[in-house]
């Protein structure tokens, strides 16, 4: 394995662990601690165990831009990411999947 190689392998794990965090967090809620942790990290709410794992992962995308191996997205890009995920909300709340937050 090279270090290209294991820095992707990072940057999926890390995938992983936000994922992990925000399943926790719709199962739990967001202001929930977890009571089978270490005692250090017993009040730590999932809203802070996702803001820690995103991060991880926005180090280790980072670390690929600096290492040339990712281009860093644009902010028209992001925008744009933006922009389709509200599109989709809108969507999803006309068809009544998505319902307005009390």
């Known amino acids: 394995m090279n270090r290209t190689e294991h820095l992707l392998i990072v940057l999926s794990e890390e995938c992983s662990e936000v994922a992990k965090e925000v399943s926790k ?3 739990f809620g967001l202001n929930d601690c977890n009571p089978n942790v270490i005692l250090e990290e017993a009040d730590i709410t999932n809203s802070e165990r996702i803001t820690k794992e995103v991060a991880d992962f926005i180090g280790i ?4 831009y600096d290492e040339g191996i990712i281009k860093r997205p644009m902010l028209f890009d992001i925008e744009e990411k933006k922009k ?4 989709y909300l809108k969507y999803a709340e006309t068809s009544g999947t998505l319902q307005h937050e009390a």
């Open 25 to 27: 967090a719709l199962r």
């Open 61 to 64: 995308v980072e670390m690929l």
């Open 84 to 87: 389709k995920v509200e599109k």
